[in-house]
């Protein structure tokens, strides 16, 4: 077996993971067959409709629009029987398979070019608000910690109200604010270049629309975050290694470097466990905002009930999530050197 | 009486949720000569934890001192420890005054190596790490660590070595006056004496000045001090010297508590059921009067109603009791 | 539904619980100020949407002409429309104080849906143990890596907005907010299963069913109230959002569905701040009153050692 804990660790986690990430797929592959409306059968009607409409109304169906139609039965694992439709559907996902989407009709694009198009502008919004936003709020919350008295009060009030304001208000506040009264950042959906290409125009475009949904998110986030540091830095003020620390002599400074050290570790699994939420949060400001990355993709494959689009974006979805936090989890048992240092000495 | 540390009127309470407070040192006048092995006795929850901590003025909530003064004799003078400044007071701790505290399993860093944490001390009081690294590193050997132990993480000691441990860092920087709360507790038998003749040893040889041990262990601090407090339900009933205090002691507690020892050569823990009928009081309530009064063979009606006042036999020599206040 | 012997106990135990409390309770500055606040709230959706004409959709009770001409759309805030016009000629300010009161009720059921689910599950957790214990946990670690606002979406984008009623949004909320409130209960069960009392009545020979309702569950329902007003701000949250998006019930006026109007006709770019300003607030302060509420209420249930050396 494994001797060492923190390999074992590693496996034990992977395995839940992976049932987990099983459990998602099963259910989005579920969902639109069990879902009242039959959302299965409308969209092959669209489909249909959308062959008929071509040839002027007439009964005949184009060509091509037949072979959409074939595909789509492939690929929803219509034409197997019932028990091997899941398989059949979750390899083809693997594969990289994804069917097709509507949602740019007349145009009709493969899904998974689509989610590779707008997967990068959702990474680039929401990966640096994270970071910025966990470590400003890291410090401030260790700050207000440390100083106490009145500081500390008047900080935690304005930073617990400042938490409370839901994101998606706040983003309407900031573009009122900032787009409507001072410099513009254009709301509506695609900017115009919308192809990822590494010329500064594109770039450009994409900073200035990357402004303002990542000033709300990195507001919201270093509320949150900031509380919660300040919670975890308190409460690794009052324990006795800090008492002894104090006792031997060692000035606030230290014992406020030891306090946070120690409390980054409770942090970074509040990180973990938030990390679904943080990134829905992303994904409501794409939405309203219009910001051309997964969430504005998935408005408009769930305004078109377009399955593919939905189960794979889904699903992808999901399959980041999983992968995230099962990141996390491996980085905090590293972390932890209670959990990588493998055998316990004993005297 | 040339002393290293005095409290005037000290009370230390512990403020608990709904106003209720723990009278844990409730008016201590002492002294605590200077030099060699002092004792401060009692049960659990008599105070004396909480009085050790009072002297090194280590007071932190929800510990509040409601009232007293506690006085450091410096080289010559006296220095209000309340009056003296934080840095002053930082440079101190550890050189000056030191403590081995009681929550010893925790009272290291769980993130940091202990060598880490021992160049941290001596960085800070302007040391050389390394040399200081080296001088635990003999101490280790002394109590019978490894060397590697510097290398660990506290997670990966055993209660044993983390309180030993402990021992050694608290001692590192040779303070002038060390208190000791139960520092051998967690240790088995042999390791007990290890760990006391070490202290001892630094004692005697004049790394520290003065050690003030906290125990319930009587025969221990009896074998090893020069002088004793006798501490009950947040009031310090008796001191004196060991010898004067063995031979002749004078407050009835002092007496019980002596007496419930066996006599020949076998060490065994003091045990409450054995000795003294009935329990020590409750600190949030204590008894009125004289803590002891309750289970005291000697009560008078006096002893119920009002606390006794400190009665200087002789020099040095102190007892809280009614009984030495009638006229002979 | 009918109230059964362990449910009536517990609420005897509640309200003996309430009465030792109570004084406490009202002279908790959080608590005060955060109660205050929640019930200002509720009264206005009442009392407003008394007031106001009861349709939102009706675009001619103020202008007394039939449809919807070109004038009355985007008024400002005035007399007649306190806050002003939407982009079809109705009534903001009704629109404000209908979808607060609906948007209440629907967070009061999937709050108490979520806090019966959450209370049941960690008792059985926390209590049994075993299997059931292994299979409760790991549920909630699914629902908690990947988020309630994904879950909503998923479930909500495939069904129709004609069948997207109140209730059903309200169920579907309330039936997914168990995972975080879950892990408490059990904890809190777990610390009182290990203590004197339940081995007591073990020894006296009790049902386990009997410890459960007798003994545990009086000394946690101050904690089953903490967690049944951080379900219902949570699920404003999550109606809010969706309803922002559109997906949010679509039967009512609710506050999310508010939202959804005000970004469909446009009100930022018109600069109409009597539109999206009150609404936000209204939804800032019923989240940052239940938030007070909350953190009154924990001080009261539980209170720690106040005096550490930094405060809590």
């Not at chain 1, 009052?238 to 620390?245: E, L």
Request: hydrophobic share 45%.
């Amino acid at each position: 077996m494994l001797k060492s804990r923190f390999a074992r660790y590693v496996v034990s986690k992977a395995v839940v993971y992976s049932v987990l990430w099983f459990l998602a797929a099963f259910l989005n592959f579920l969902l639109p067959r069990i879902m009242p409306g039959e959302p299965v059968r409308r969209f092959l009607e669209t489909l249909f409709g959308m062959g008929q409409v071509a040839t002027g109304g007439g009964p005949q169906i184009i060509p091509e629009m037949e072979r959409y139609m074939k595909e789509a039965e492939r690929l929803l694992g219509l034409d197997q029987p019932p028990l091997l439709q899941f398989p059949s559907w979750f390899i083809n996902f693997l594969r990289g398979d994804w069917g097709f989407s509507l949602a740019f009709a007349p145009d009709i694009r493969p899904v998974r070019e689509l989610v590779m198009q707008f997967l990068p502008n959702t990474l680039m919004l929401l990966l640096p608000s994270l970071i910025v936003s966990w470590i400003v709020g890291n410090y401030l919350g260790a700050y207000l910690a440390l100083k106490g008295g009145k500081i500390d009060k008047v900080g935690l009030s304005t930073l617990q109200f400042v938490a409370q304001i839901p994101v998606y208000w706040l983003l309407i506040l900031f573009i009122f604010i900032f787009g409507v009264h001072l410099k513009w950042a254009p709301i509506t959906g695609r900017p115009l270049r919308m192809i990822p290409s590494l010329t500064w125009g594109y770039v450009s475009e994409l900073l200035r629309h990357m402004a303002l949904p990542m000033i709300t998110m990195i507001t919201v986030g270093i509320g949150g975050w900031s509380i919660g540091m300040r919670a975890y830095v308190i409460y690794q003020l009052n324990s006795n290694y800090i008492r002894y620390a104090r006792t031997m002599g060692l000035p606030q400074r230290v014992l406020g470097r030891y306090a946070f050290r120690n409390a980054l570790i409770p942090q970074f699994t509040a990180f973990a466990i938030n990390f679904g939420g943080m990134f829905a949060g992303n994904l409501l400001v794409e939405m309203i905002y219009g910001y051309p990355g997964m969430g504005s993709l998935l408005a408009m494959v769930m305004g078109r009930l377009d399955i593919f689009g939905m189960q794979a974006i889904f699903t992808f979805t999901a399959t980041m999530l999983l992968l995230a936090n099962f990141t996390a989890d491996i980085i905090y048992g590293f972390l932890d050197p209670r959990i990588r240092r493998g055998l316990i000495e004993v005297a | 009486m040339d002393y290293v540390v005095r409290t005037e009127n000290l009370k230390l309470y512990y403020i608990l949720p709904r106003g209720i407070y723990v009278k844990a040192v409730d008016g201590v006048t002492i002294k605590i000569p200077r030099g060699g092995v002092i004792g401060l006795v009692g049960e659990s929850g008599s105070g004396k934890t909480t009085l050790g901590e009072g002297i090194l003025y280590l007071i932190d909530p929800p510990m509040v001192k409601m009232n007293g003064r506690i006085f450091y004799k410096l080289h010559g003078g006296e220095v209000d420890l309340e009056k003296t400044p934080q840095e002053t007071l930082e440079k101190m701790r550890g050189v000056e005054l030191a403590l081995i505290p009681q929550y010893s399993m925790d009272a290291l860093n769980p993130t940091m190596k202990i060598g880490a944490f021992i160049k941290d001390i001596a960085r800070y009081h302007g040391k050389d790490p390394v040399e200081v690294l080296n001088n635990a590193l003999e101490k280790f050997k002394l109590l019978g660590l490894p060397s590697t132990i510097i290398d660990r993480y506290p997670h990966e000691l055993s209660g044993g070595m983390r309180q030993r441990t402990v021992v050694v860092i608290s001692t590192l920087l040779n303070p002038k006056f060390l208190v000791a709360d139960e520092p051998v507790s967690n240790l088995d038998v042999v390791q007990q004496h290890v760990v006391v003749d070490f202290l001892v040893d630094l004692v005697e040889k004049g790394s520290i000045e003065t050690m003030t041990i906290i125990t319930h262990d009587l025969p221990l601090i009896l074998e090893k001090s020069r002088y004793l407090l006798i501490m009950y339900g947040g009031h310090i009933v008796e001191t004196g010297s060991r010898d004067e205090l063995w031979s002749e002691p004078l407050h009835p507690y002092t007496k019980l508590f002596l007496e419930s020892i066996p006599s020949v050569g076998v060490r065994i823990e003091v045990k409450r059921i054995k000795g003294i009928s009935g329990n020590p009081p409750d600190l949030r309530f204590p008894p009125p009067g004289c803590r002891f009064h309750p289970r005291c063979p000697f009560m008078m009606h006096i002893c119920s109603e009002k606390v006794p006042p400190d009665i200087e036999v002789k020099p040095g020599r102190r007892v809280k009791c009614w009984l030495f206040t009638v006229k002979k | 539904m009918k109230p059964s012997l362990p449910v009536l106990y517990i609420f005897s135990k509640i309200r003996s619980l309430r009465e030792t409390l109570l004084g406490e309770l009202f002279t908790n500055r959080r608590f005060i100020v955060g109660f205050a606040i929640f019930l200002g709230l509720v009264i206005f959706g009442y009392v407003g949407s008394f007031l106001a004409y009861s349709d939102p959709w009706d675009t001619s009770y103020y202008t007394g002409v039939p449809g919807c001409p070109n004038e009355y759309r985007f008024l400002p805030p005035s007399l007649k429309h306190p806050l002003g016009t939407d982009q079809g000629c109705r009534d903001i300010y009704t629109w404000l104080v209908v979808g607060l009161k609906n948007s209440l009720w629907v967070a009061a059921l999937a709050a108490s849906i979520t806090t019966v689910i959450a209370s049941s599950l960690g008792l059985i957790a926390g209590y049994r143990g075993g299997v059931l214990d292994d299979i409760i946990n790991f549920s909630s670690n699914f629902l908690m890596v990947i988020p309630m606002f994904i879950i909503l979406l998923m479930l909500l984008a495939y069904i129709p907005p004609e069948a997207r009623s109140s209730l059903l949004v309200a169920i579907v909320i309330g039936i997914l907010g168990w995972p975080g409130p879950t892990r408490v209960v059990r904890s809190m069960v777990m610390q009182h299963k290990a203590s004197d009392y339940v081995d007591v009545a073990k020894l006296m020979n009790f049902t386990p069913t009997e410890i459960v309702f007798k003994e545990i569950l009086p000394n946690i329902a101050s904690y089953v109230f903490l967690i049944y007003i951080s379900s219902f701000s949570g699920a404003i949250f999550a109606e809010v959002g969706i309803g922002a998006i559109g997906y949010g019930p679509w039967d009512a006026v609710t506050l999310g569905r508010t939202f959804n109007n005000m970004l469909g006709g446009g009100a930022i770019f018109i600069g109409a701040w009597w539109w999206f300003i009150p609404v936000g607030l209204v939804v800032v302060f019923l989240s940052y009153s239940l938030l007070l509420i909350n953190l009154g209420l924990q001080h009261v249930f539980n209170p720690r050692l106040k005096l550490t050396l930094y405060a809590v």
